[in-house]
């Protein structure tokens, strides 16, 4: 996997209401985000690193659980839209930020060797389709 913070994957999943508390002594981290709403910016976001997201399932049965890493900054994100916020709000002045092309080439100059080649294999999936 291109991000080091992914400490699984989930299946396909419902959240009703979803909220989230920060876990504040676990602070922020920017990194590199897009989203299909906001087409012409990209940049590196800062999202808290672990969040305690509370939620309910599609049966009514309440959740609350902590969540670190890439999948706490997808729920952020997520949950942001819900609450009419997007990306270029949270791409304040003293982020790095810029076009989508110009992020996906910063962010592959930041990846190691092994993570080119395999960044370059992905991008060239999403060109196909
Ligand atoms: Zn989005």
New binding site residues.
């Given amino acids: 996997m291109l991000r080091d913070n992914i400490k699984s994957t989930y299946p396909v999943h419902v959240m009703i209401n979803p909220s989230y508390e920060p876990v504040e002594s676990e602070g922020k981290q920017a990194d590199y985000e897009s ?4 087409s012409s910016k990209a940049g590196k976001v800062p999202r808290y690193q672990t969040i305690k997201i509370r939620y309910a399932d599609e049966k009514g049965h309440e959740h609350q659980q902590i969540e670190t890493g890439f999948y706490a900054r997808v729920l952020q ?2 949950i942001d ?1 819900l609450n009419g916020v ?2 270029s709000d949270r791409l304040t002045p003293d982020c790095i930020q810029g076009t989508v092309e110009e992020m996906m080439v910063m962010r592959r100059n930041e990846l190691s060797k092994e993570k080119q080649a395999l960044f370059d294999e992905i991008m060239k999936k999403k060109m196909e389709k």
């Fill in positions: 989203c299909y709403s906001v994100h997520e839209h997007l990306i």
